[in-house]
Nanobody
Framework: QVQLVESGGGLVQAGGSLRLSCAAS????????MGWFRQAPGKEREFVAA????????YYVDSVKGRFTISRDNAKNTVDLQMNSLKPEDTAVYYC?????????????????WGQGTQVTVSS
C-alpha cells in the first residue's frame, strides 16, 4: 500500500534550520508530483512547496520563498524540505503529499496521498 513517512521535525529557535524528509513507497514515485503542506493550530492546511517529476520545476507559497528549498531523489524515493531562517509563524504540522501529475498541480488541487505529519515548532 501507499506510504509516505515524514521525519526530521522538532523544536528550533527562530532563525534556525530544520530539514524534513519523506520516504515514499507503494507507487511509482518518479511519476508523481511531490509536495509539502502544513497546518497550524486553528488554521486550515496550506500548500508550502511542490516539485515536479524530475525536480526541474519547484513551487513555493510566497511566505517561504527564499527560505525553504524542496528537493527529491528518485533513486531513493525521497523528497526533502530544507527550511532555513525559520520564524515562529512556521510552527505547524508538516505533511508530505503526492499527486499523479505535474508538481504544479499540487499548488491548486488536493493531493492523492498524505503522510501522517511531523511537528515543527519554532520558538521566539
Amino acid at each position: 500500500q501507499v506510504q509516505l513517512v515524514e521525519s526530521g521535525g522538532g523544536l528550533v529557535q527562530a532563525g534556525g534550520s530544520l530539514r524534513l524528509s519523506c520516504a515514499a513507497s507503494g507507487f511509482t514515485f518518479s511519476s508523481y508530483g511531490m509536495g509539502w503542506f502544513r497546518q497550524a493550530p486553528g488554521k486550515e492546511r496550506e500548500f508550502v512547496a511542490a516539485i515536479s517529476w524530475r525536480g526541474r520545476g519547484t513551487y513555493y507559497v510566497d511566505s517561504v520563498k527564499g527560505r525553504f528549498t524542496i528537493s527529491r531523489d528518485n533513486a531513493k524515493n525521497t523528497v526533502d524540505l530544507q527550511m532555513n531562517s525559520l520564524k515562529p509563524e512556521d510552527t505547524a504540522v508538516y505533511y508530505c503529499a503526492a499527486k499523479n501529475g505535474p508538481g504544479s498541480s499540487l499548488t491548486n488541487s488536493p493531493p492523492e496521498y498524505w503522510g501522517q505529519g511531523t511537528q515543527v515548532t519554532v520558538s521566539s
